[in-house]
């Protein structure tokens, strides 16, 4: 035990060495014109990954201030490009640690690089950069030299357009307050009785025209907010509600006339009080083993709230929806035992080994972080970077094993079980779909509309949906693998659902023979694909029947026009062309003068062409 806590003493002193090591280098690569070290130096001459300098780095024994930059406008320019640069290297969301080595690499506090960051991703106009935009532009800056001065908008015209729409809506103003009108009492009881006559006969609407009669005072507006909210509190089912129509079912059954009556209620929200009674007396608090499981699967087969609810049949919608986005998305702030910084090998073989005992699509990433020690959010960064890096290799070690048990399969039952390929082989099924090379006797998909199936549109949507969404590729391999279908069908197929056509000849003929025989555009788009919208087969049609033509003069034409210009050459205004053309570009000192005289002596709007033919030399648009 002895040894063990000197081995440790001794890793602590060599670490605090290392620290101190850092930051004196750091401290000696100061740069004060940037306001920050230059740790390209510090990597050189510690031979050290940068990130594992910025994790040694101790603010505390550093003798360089932290910048503090609490406004956009402090930040150089030369910043939010090397912000930028350096965050590329975190995927995803960043925790505390993450943000505590920006902060030491850019030298300034971790909430002002969140927000300089936030503006970088999201460029957007406030009132200071408005502000130093317009003291730019006062000096006469041009747009070109300001862009380079805030470089986090993509580009000049982007920097324009939002200087320009911000000056437009602060030049508004406020909008003027409305002067509201409170409902007495006696007003709101007429409502209430307005909604118990004329809601369940004719819905809000209905309502709503009787409430405009009766208060012809009051604005549509304000009836319509009225009879809404009204709606809602008296929709709002509370306890007593539930006990009160308890006790009436008990008394008179299932007579809603009476309930009706005693509640002062319509029927419809008196059954709706009832069935909420029963759903909260089978209520149960806490969560069994059973219900949690139940809760994977709804996860793991995207089945939404409600119908979780209505299998668990102990808990409401709130609940499982509630206990559902705590499994999927878990809490990221919970205590950690270790550092997430940094990952060892026997981490990183713990962690996979922990995410293989899940289904990919409902991993319990609290379990897996709580018997790791670490946050959930640093045990889904870890994983998607491992899975990324060994995916490609595992894949291709095992496609060979993959292809002999789909071909297996497929020769047996002249179909595929991925789920019995994916047991055999020992990767998961969407790996197995990816890796299959075997392809005999896939069917082909060309779109017809008298035979197209719906059912097949959506089992491949949905497929692509839940493995592949925005904004990761699609890989059409195991697409085709799923459908049995062949690939270039299913690309071409996926692109006529997402409402895309090629334009070829073969698809322009078929537009023009149907609209000869007289059937409209949208029956024509159904002909060529599922979700085609009619104005594009309009714009089809219209480019085909009536493209711009060009006519090329023939040789007799330019004769004749050479013959007439020659005949009739003494007779054409040459002269007066030549002197309208006569202006000459730059103005002389008497030139300017008559002109800021004209502009003296008149008020708008000028009269240009009076100018012009004053002057002689300059036309109407020059003097303009």
Known sequence: MEQIVALDDDRLQKRREQSVRVTQLADQAFDSQRGRCDWDSVVKKLDVPLMECLGRFDASLSSVPVRSLPKFVDWLPDDFPLLKDFLKEFPGTLTSDEWRLVSAFMNAKQANCAMAYSMCIRPRMTTELSELITNYREKVMLWKDIHQQLPVFASVQSLRHAYSQFKVKTSRGPKPATIRVRWTDAETARVHEIIRLYYSHGGKYNCLRVAESKFPGRSQQSIESKIETTLRRQWRITVADMKRVKTLVDKHGQDWTHIEQAMDVTPEQARKIWDRYQQHSKETKGWTSGELDILRECIRDGIGSAEASRRIDTKSKAACQSKMREMKLADSTEETTVSSLFWNSDDEARLLHLATLYDPRAIDWATIAGDLGRTVIACKLKYNKLHKQR??????????????????????????????????????????????????GKARWIYDPDTFSWDMANRMTAFIEM????????????????????????????????????????????????????????????????????????????????????????????????????????????????????????????????????????????RWKLLAELLGTKSATQCR
């Open 391 to 440: 995916e490609p290799k595992r894949v291709a070690e095992y496609a060979d094993a993959v292809s002999h048990a789909v071909k297996k399969q497929y020769t047996q039952h002249q179909s595929v079980d991925w789920a019995r390929v994916s047991e055999s082989v020992g990767l998961s099924e969407r790996e197995c779909l990816e890796a299959n090379q075997f392809g005999d």
């Open 467 to 606: 493995n592949y969404p925005r904004p990761l590729p699609v890989n059409y391999t195991a697409v085709s693998n799923y459908m049995w279908i062949e690939p270039d069908d299913c690309v071409k197929m996926a692109g006529l659902l997402r409402g895309e056509m090629t334009w070829t000849e073969d698809a322009v003929a078929k537009v023009v023979e149907l609209r000869g025989q007289g059937m409209m555009y949208k029956d024509i788009a159904r002909q060529l694909s599922p979700n085609l919208a009619a104005n594009k087969v309009v714009y089809a049609y219209l480019r085909h029947t009536k493209p711009i033509q060009y006519v090329l003069l023939s040789a007799e034409d330019r004769q004749q026009i050479r013959a007439l210009v020659d005949r009739h050459a003494e007779q054409l205004p040459f002269a007066e062309l030549r002197a309208a053309r006569a202006h000459s570009r730059t103005w002389t000192p008497d030139e300017t003068a008559k002109l800021m005289k004209f502009i003296e002596s008149n008020k708008p709007p000028y």
